[in-house]
């Protein structure tokens, strides 16, 4: 049963970590995939908590060359100036697609992997961004079918038909947690928190068994929080359409694009924090359900195996999963 709450002015923004009282072995930062990637690891043994964290820095290092888009040689590169050749690509790349068709299977296409052609035309990064041409999004809509990209699985390649091309964005930063989390799992330490922009892979617990808190911030509020979750290996993402967003002519306009018209999509949703055992999952799922709407995103979440969501809508309710309420913190 779902649970209704009304608050004033409170958006979650991206998932942080609250501070804690057990101490971090050590921690590690870098820029992978133009986000920040933050890994703390706990109860390493001190002369072995260095080389963990360079090989995490290794792990986002190879990932960022095999799925950065603007990667000369990567796979998705190879993929997206293929011209309609099959391309062999790696495991990774397979799985990687694989897991982005699946959601756009279950939307209908409403979250498709091959928006590029549409998403490269806006630019949230710009000191004075613009709407894009009317007809430049209707004849990039024109390349936007996830129909036309074919994973092969036993032969290892992908074929990119009618000019499609993907940014892999979208899937990419949880793909990447889970292998780090992989990786993590068979080292000698008590637990981790991996962070990529916001996608949040736990692994472990704190010493003595403590899980971990993550708090879900208020926007309007900078440094508090809407709500702080207890959690230990699991996987939190968050995604907004406050993230990434201008205004022009007091319209915003926002970084996720309904396929059906390349505008930003038309939600009652703020913001999506989706938990489940896979960073992936969550990212995705973030995505989706903001284009689905709180209604329909509910009823998937709800629908979804060992998977809870926290939604704020934009008339500041909030809406928590059947079974969300046993991760909330009081």
């Not at 913001?271 to 992936?280: E, G, K, L, R």
């Given at each position: 049963?779902?649970?209704?709450?009304?608050?004033?002015?409170?958006?979650?923004?991206?998932?942080?970590?609250?501070?804690?009282?057990?101490?971090?072995?050590?921690?590690?930062?870098?820029?992978?995939?133009?986000?920040?990637?933050?890994?703390?690891?706990?109860?390493a043994?001190?002369?072995?908590?260095?080389?963990?964290?360079?090989?995490?820095?290794?792990?986002?290092?190879?990932?960022?060359?095999?799925?950065?888009?603007?990667?000369?040689?990567?796979?998705?590169?190879?993929?997206?100036?293929?011209d309609?050749?099959?391309?062999?690509?790696?495991?990774?790349?397979?799985?990687?697609?694989?897991?982005?068709?699946?959601?756009?299977?279950?939307?209908?296409?409403?979250?498709?992997?091959?928006?590029?052609?549409?998403?490269?035309?806006?630019?949230?990064?710009?000191?004075?961004?613009?709407?894009?041409?009317d007809?430049?999004?209707?004849?990039?809509?024109?390349?936007?079918?996830?129909?036309?990209?074919?994973?092969?699985?036993?032969?290892?390649?992908?074929?990119?038909?009618?000019n499609?091309?993907?940014?892999?964005?979208?899937?990419?930063?949880?793909?990447?947690?889970?292998?780090?989390?992989?990786?993590l799992?068979?080292?000698?330490?008590?637990?981790?928190?991996?962070?990529?922009?916001?996608?949040?892979?736990?692994?472990?617990?704190?010493?003595?068994?403590?899980?971990?808190?993550?708090?879900?911030?208020?926007?309007?509020?900078?440094?508090?929080?809407?709500?702080?979750?207890?959690?230990?290996?699991?996987?939190?993402?968050?995604?907004?359409?406050?993230?990434?967003?201008?205004?022009?002519?007091?319209?915003?306009?926002?970084?996720?694009?309904?396929?059906?018209?390349?505008?930003?999509?038309?939600?009652?949703?703020?913001?999506?924090?989706v938990?489940?055992?896979?960073?992936?999952?969550?990212?995705?799922?973030?995505?989706?359900?903001?284009?689905?709407?709180?209604?329909?995103?509910?009823?998937?979440?709800?629908?979804?195996?060992?998977?809870?969501?926290?939604?704020?809508?934009?008339?500041?309710?909030?809406?928590?999963?059947?079974?969300?309420?046993?991760?909330?913190?009081?």
């Amino acid at each position: 049963m779902k649970k209704t709450v009304f608050i004033i002015s409170v958006l979650i923004i991206t998932v942080h970590m609250c501070a804690c009282s057990s101490p971090v072995s050590s921690s590690r930062s870098g820029i992978y995939f133009d986000t920040i990637v933050n890994i703390d690891i706990y109860g390493a043994p001190a002369e072995e908590s260095e080389q963990i964290l360079d090989e995490c820095m290794n792990i986002c290092d190879r990932y960022e060359k095999l799925f950065d888009k603007n990667s000369a040689g990567g796979d998705i590169s190879k993929i997206n100036s293929s011209d309609g050749k099959s391309v062999t690509v790696s495991e990774d790349t397979i799985s990687l697609l694989g897991t982005a068709l699946k959601y756009c299977d279950l939307t209908d296409g409403r979250f498709d992997i091959t928006i590029y052609p549409v998403s490269a035309l806006w630019d949230f990064h710009e000191e004075n961004p613009s709407v894009p041409d009317d007809d430049k999004i209707k004849n990039a809509l024109s390349h936007v079918n996830w129909h036309d990209l074919i994973v092969d699985e036993d032969n290892m390649t992908v074929t990119a038909k009618d000019n499609v091309t993907i940014d892999a964005g979208a899937v990419a930063k949880g793909y990447i947690a889970d292998r780090i989390a992989d990786y993590l799992s068979a080292c000698p330490l008590t637990g981790a928190v991996i962070n990529i922009g916001g996608d949040i892979r736990l692994v472990g617990s704190k010493a003595e068994n403590t899980p971990f808190t993550i708090g879900i911030n208020d926007p309007f509020n900078k440094g508090s929080v809407a709500a702080a979750l207890t959690l230990s290996d699991a996987a939190v993402a968050t995604s907004g359409i406050y993230e990434r967003a201008f205004t022009v002519n007091d319209t915003l306009y926002h970084h996720i694009l309904d396929t059906k018209t390349g505008y930003p999509v038309d939600t009652d949703l703020e913001s999506v924090t989706v938990i489940t055992s896979d960073a992936v999952d969550a990212d995705c799922l973030c995505t989706v359900c903001i284009l689905l709407g709180s209604e329909k995103g509910m009823d998937l979440i709800e629908n979804t195996a060992d998977t809870e969501a926290v939604f704020i809508r934009k008339d500041a309710s909030m809406i928590f999963s059947s079974d969300a309420a046993e991760y909330i913190r009081q």
